[in-house]
C-alpha cells in the first residue's frame, strides 16, 4: 500500500520534502517612502537699479553741500570780471578773486571726482562678490545634485526591490517535526489544505496517502489535480471497494492479527482486544499467513460448530477442510471462553470477509486515497478507518530491504525523510491507541502524519501540547474555551507580531465564495467526475500520458494545472484584484483585521484560515492552494528571504533603512568563497532573496587574488547552474 517513494531528482537542495500547509502574507522590505526631491537652484542674485540708485542717491546728499560751493565760487569768479569791467574793482583785484575762487574750487572738485571713483569701485566690489557667490551656489547645487543622482539611484532600487518582492510565502512544516495536528476546520478549509499538501508531494514526486473518514469528499480537488498532472491516484471508497483492495493482506500472521484485532475492538469492547488477538494468532498459525478473511471466519465458525457436525450448508465452514477443522479446534478450544470470542469476532469481522478477494496486481501508485462511503455512517467510518490506519502502521513498521550482495544478509533499506505524507482526516473517529501507534510507527519511518480533527476531542487537546507536532487550528463548530487555554498554553510568551496575525482580504473572499461546492454531492463517489469513472481516458486533457507516479513537476506547470482544474484556482483567479500591487508609499488596504487567539475570534475564522502555532509565535496561515497562482506568491519561505540578506530601501531623507541584498551576502552554489557583485545591468529586474520572484541567471565578476585558495573551484568546470525559477 505504501510502496517506496520516487526521489526527486530535479528539486533544489533543502528543497526536497517541504511540506506545504499554506501561505502566509508577509511584506519583508519595508516601503522606501517617495523619492528624494531633486535640490532645485536658489535664486540668483544680481546688482539690481533700485540698490544702484539708492548709492548715487545717497552719494548726491552727501555731495550735494560741495556742489552748492562750486556753484558759489563760479558765481564769484564770474561777477570778478563783470566788477572789473563796470570799474568797480581794479584788475587785479578782480583777477585775484578769481584765482582764489579757482583755488578753492579746486580741492572742492577732487573730492567730488574721489566720491565718483569710490562709488563706482563700491558697484564693482559688490559684481564682484555677487559672481563669487554665485560660483559657490552652483558648485554646492552641483554636490548636492550628485549626492542626489546617487541617493535617486538606491531609491529606484529600494523601489524596484520593493514593488517585486513577494507577498505571499510559503508556510512549511519545521525540519524537526514528525507530525501534524489539525483541530477544527469545515470540509472546504479541509479540501483546501489537503489539495496544498498535495502540491507539495506532486512537486517532488513524494508519496501521499489520504485516509478520508468524513464522507464528505474532501479529497476530490486533490484528485482533479493529481490527474491533470497526469499522475493517476488509486482510489477505494469503502466497504464497496473492499474487494479490490489489498491493503493489509500482505501482513505476517502478528499484524494481521494485530490489526484484526483492533477491528474488533473498534467495533465492539475493546478490553478484550490481546484475547482477540491471541485467537486470531492461533488461527493463522493453523491455517496460514496468507489466508483470507473469509477463510479465517470459517475457522472461527469451526469453534462453534460442533466435530461431528459436518455443516455442508454453512459456506463459510465448507471453505475449510475436515482436517483444517480438527485442527483449529485442536489449538484453538482449550480457552472455556473461545465459543464467546469466535462468536464476537465473526461478527466483527464479517464486513471485512471479501477484503482482496479481487484484487489485481497493481503497479504503485504515488497518490492513494482511501475514503468511506457517504451513507456508511460514523460507526462505520470508525470501524473501516481503523482497519485502514492499523494496517497502515504496521506497512509503516515494515522494514524494506535492498537486495544483498552474494553470501551477505540484506541490510533494512533506510527510507528518504519528508518525502512521504500520509494524512487522516476525521482523526477522531479512530481510536487512541491507533493514533499513537501510526505516529510512533511513521516518526521510526521518517515519514509525515498529518492528523485532521473536526472537533477538539481529548486526543486532539493532547496533540496540541505534544513538543512533536505542530499545532494547527482552523475554524471551531462551535465556541470551545478549553481550546482557546490550550492554545494559550502552548503559545506560552510567544506572541508573535501582529503582521502574523492579520487576515487578509482575499482569505476572507475565496473562502466564502468557494463553499461547500469542492465539497458537495454530485453523484459520483470520489471525484465529482462521471466522465472519468465511465469512461477512463488514459490521456488528459492536454495528451499527456497518464502514470502512476511522476519523478517531479515544474513548478510553472504545477501553477498552470492548479489554475486550470482547482475550483481553487479558477475562484483566486476571479479574485486577484483583492491581492492589490505594492504602492512605494506603502498605503495599501489590504487587510481586514487581526486574528485573536480567544474562543469566538477561533469561531469566526474564515474557512481557509489556519492558526499555525510555532516555537516562534502564532503565524496565520491561508491554506487556500490558489494562491500559488499570484503572481506575488513564491514557494519560498519567509525565513528563506530573511536568511538571504532581504532589507528595505531608502527614504527621501537618504537614510538606509536596511540594507539592499546583494550577491556579495550570498554563499557560492559551489561550497566557495562568496561570489562578487552581478553589474548594474544585472541587478535590474532582479529578485530579493536567495529563491525570487524573477528568472534570471545569476552573473558574477571575477575575484582578483594572486594566492592559490585550494576551496575555490576553477571556472568552467562541468555544466551550467540550472536556470533560476521564480517560483523556487
Known amino acids: 500500500m505504501v510502496s517506496t517513494a520516487r526521489s526527486s531528482a530535479n528539486a533544489p537542495r533543502g528543497e526536497a520534502g517541504r511540506t506545504y500547509l499554506g501561505w502566509r502574507h508577509r511584506i519583508l522590505l519595508p516601503p522606501p517612502g517617495p523619492a528624494p526631491r531633486r535640490p532645485a537652484p536658489a535664486g540668483a542674485r544680481i546688482v539690481s537699479e533700485e540698490w544702484i540708485a539708492g548709492q548715487r542717491d545717497s552719494e548726491a546728499q552727501t555731495n550735494r553741500p560741495l556742489y552748492f560751493a562750486l556753484v558759489g565760487l563760479g558765481l564769484v569768479a564770474a561777477l570778478c570780471p563783470l566788477l572789473w569791467w563796470g570799474r568797480v574793482l581794479p584788475g587785479s583785484l578782480a583777477l585775484g578773486g578769481v584765482f582764489a575762487c579757482m583755488a578753492i574750487a579746486a580741492p572742492v572738485a577732487v573730492a567730488l571726482l574721489q566720491s565718483r571713483q569710490v562709488i563706482a569701485r563700491r558697484l564693482e566690489r559688490a559684481e564682484e562678490r555677487l559672481a563669487t557667490e554665485r560660483d559657490e551656489r552652483e558648485r554646492v547645487l552641483h554636490d548636492r545634485q550628485r549626492r542626489h543622482a546617487g541617493r535617486y539611484t538606491e531609491w529606484q532600487a529600494a523601489a524596484r526591490a520593493y514593488e517585486a518582492q513577494p507577498r505571499w510565502y510559503g508556510m512549511t512544516v519545521p525540519a524537526g517535526t514528525s507530525s501534524v495536528v489539525v483541530v477544527g476546520g469545515t470540509d472546504t478549509g479541509w479540501s483546501a489544505l489537503l489539495t496544498t499538501i498535495g502540491i507539495s508531494r506532486l512537486r517532488e514526486g513524494g508519496d501521499l496517502t489520504v485516509v478520508d473518514l468524513t464522507g464528505h469528499a474532501v479529497s476530490r480537488e486533490l484528485v482533479r489535480l493529481a490527474r491533470r498532472c497526469a499522475v493517476e491516484p488509486r482510489r477505494w471508497v469503502l466497504p ?41 494468532l492461533r488461527l493463522l498459525e493453523v491455517l496460514g499467513r496468507d489466508v483470507d478473511i473469509a477463510r479465517l471466519i470459517g475457522g472461527l465458525r469451526a469453534l462453534l460448530t460442533p466435530a461431528d457436525d459436518d455443516a455442508e450448508d454453512d459456506p463459510a465452514l465448507a471453505r475449510l477442510t475436515q482436517r483444517e477443522r480438527a485442527r483449529v479446534r485442536d489449538r484453538c478450544a482449550g480457552d472455556p471462553e473461545v465459543r464467546e470470542r469466535a462468536w464476537a469476532l465473526e461478527q466483527r469481522l464479517s464486513p471485512f470477509e471479501a477484503v482482496g478477494t479481487r484484487a489485481d496486481d497493481a503497479d504503485y501508485a504515488q497518490v492513494k486515497i482511501i475514503s468511506t462511503d457517504r451513507a456508511s455512517g460514523a460507526a462505520a467510518a470508525r470501524v473501516y478507518g481503523t482497519y485502514a490506519v492499523a494496517a497502515l502502521s504496521e506497512l509503516l513498521e515494515a522494514r524494506e530491504v535492498a537486495p544483498a550482495a552474494r553470501g551477505r544478509r540484506r541490510p533494512p533499506r533506510v527510507r528518504p525523510d519528508r518525502i512521504r505524507t500520509v494524512v487522516i482526516c476525521g482523526a477522531e473517529a479512530l481510536p487512541e491507541g491507533e493514533l499513537d501507534q501510526v505516529l510512533e510507527s511513521a516518526e521510526d519511518g521518517g515519514i509525515e502524519v498529518v492528523l485532521m480533527f473536526r472537533h477538539a476531542v481529548p486526543d486532539a487537546l493532547r496533540y496540541l501540547s505534544s513538543t512533536t507536532c505542530l499545532p494547527v487550528v482552523m475554524r471551531q463548530p462551535t465556541r470551545d474555551d478549553g481550546l482557546a487555554s490550550v492554545i494559550a498554553e502552548v503559545v506560552g510568551g510567544a506572541e508573535g507580531e501582529r503582521e502574523d496575525l492579520r487576515i487578509h482580504r482575499l482569505t476572507e473572499v475565496i473562502g466564502a465564495a468557494v463553499g461547500d461546492a469542492v465539497t458537495a454531492p454530485d453523484g459520483d463517489g470520489a471525484d465529482g467526475s462521471d466522465d472519468e469513472l465511465l469512461f477512463p481516458s488514459p490521456h488528459t486533457e492536454s495528451g499527456a500520458l497518464m502514470r502512476n507516479a511522476a519523478a517531479s513537476i515544474a513548478p510553472l506547470d504545477l501553477v498552470r494545472h492548479v489554475r486550470s482544474t482547482t475550483t481553487w484556482g479558477r475562484a483566486t483567479a476571479e479574485a486577484a484584484e483583492l491581492d492589490t500591487p505594492v504602492s512605494v508609499e506603502g498605503d495599501e488596504e489590504t487587510m481586514v483585521g487581526i486574528c485573536g487567539m480567544d474562543a469566538e475570534s477561533l469561531r469566526e475564522l474564515p474557512p481557509t484560515a489556519a492558526l499555525v502555532l510555532t516555537s516562534e509565535g502564532p503565524v496565520l496561515t491561508d491554506t487556500n492552494p490558489g494562491i500559488l497562482t499570484l503572481s506575488t506568491a513564491t514557494l519560498a519561505t519567509a525565513e528563506d528571504h530573511r536568511n538571504s540578506g532581504a532589507g528595505g530601501g531608502v527614504g527621501q531623507d537618504g537614510r538606509a533603512e536596511a540594507a539592499i541584498p546583494t550577491a556579495a551576502q550570498r554563499p557560492s552554489p559551489n561550497g566557495g568563497p562568496p561570489v562578487a557583485p552581478p553589474t548594474d545591468d544585472a541587478r535590474n529586474g532582479t529578485s530579493v532573496g536567495g529563491t525570487g520572484t524573477r528568472d534570471l541567471r545569476e552573473t558574477t565578476a571575477p575575484v582578483v587574488d594572486e594566492r592559490p585558495d585550494p576551496t575555490r573551484v576553477p571556472p568552467n568546470l562541468g555544466p551550467p547552474p540550472e536556470r533560476l525559477d521564480w517560483r523556487v
Do not use: F
Open 240 to 280: 464497496a471497494d473492499l474487494p479490490r483492495m489489498t491493503l493489509g493482506t500482505g501482513l505476517d500472521a502478528g499484524q494481521r492479527a494485530r490489526v484484526l484485532s483492533a477491528v474488533a475492538a473498534a467495533s465492539g469492547r475493546g478490553e478484550d482486544v490481546d484475547a482477540d488477538e491471541t485467537l486470531l
